[in-house]
């Protein structure tokens, strides 16, 4: 599988409402990052589904290699 595009080296910290589901661009071409608009249709890449369930920021990967998609995990800080 191909390396999915770095879109920035830290997280997105994004406001969240509970009850919305969230779709997390793993393929790092989305001009919507940290989330989804289709631009993985040419890969092998699907966007992550993260429903919430409390309101609250979330950080999301945006280096898109975490371990714990679509969350940050610091790795970042490693490439």
Partial sequence: MADPNIAQKAPFGIDVQAG???FWCACGKSSKQPF?????ADTTFLPVKFECTETKKVFFCGCKHSQTKPVCDGTHNSL
């Fill in 36 to 40: 989804c608009d289709g631009s993985h």
């Fill in 20 to 22: 919305k589901t969230y």
